[in-house]
């Protein structure tokens, strides 16, 4: 078994900046692409950017320019940088893994983290 590990979120001002990181509890064999998610408050799950195995990314509107992901391939860790953040940037963001092999010859499978909470307020 295997879960994703969140660290990073807290508490900013606007304009402030933050990183979060993710990273599989163990080793892993593969994966498709590594993503972070956020929700806020009675408010679904949207997505906030995406990187895929071959470093392809892609990124919602509302954090272009402004938010940046990265993956460090030798520990298979995603961070997302965030920069001048707003207040509407304020929600508990999820990490998240897309077909993720832990050992060769097994079935991939999507995992999530547990959510790390990011609050941007004076």
């Known amino acids: 078994q295997v879960q994703l590990v969140e660290s990073g979120g807290g508490l900013v001002p606007p304009g402030g900046s933050l990183r979060l990181s993710c990273a599989p509890s163990?080793?892993?064999?593969?994966?498709?692409?590594m993503a972070w998610y956020r929700q806020a408050p009675g408010k679904q799950r949207d997505l906030v950017a995406r990187?895929?195995?071959?470093?392809?990314?892609m990124y919602a509107g509302s954090v272009e320019g402004r938010f940046t992901i990265s993956r460090d391939h030798a520990n298979n860790t995603v961070y997302l940088q965030m920069n001048s953040l707003r207040p509407e940037d304020t929600a508990v963001y999820y990490c998240?893994?897309?077909?993720?092999?832990?050992?060769?010859?097994?079935?991939?499978?999507?995992?999530w983290g547990e959510g790390t909470l990011v609050t941007v307020s004076s």
């Open positions: 998240y893994a897309e077909g993720l092999v832990v050992e060769a010859w097994t079935y991939g499978q999507d995992y």
């Open positions: 163990r080793s892993i064999f593969s994966l498709v692409s």
């Open positions: 990187i895929t195995s071959g470093g392809n990314t």
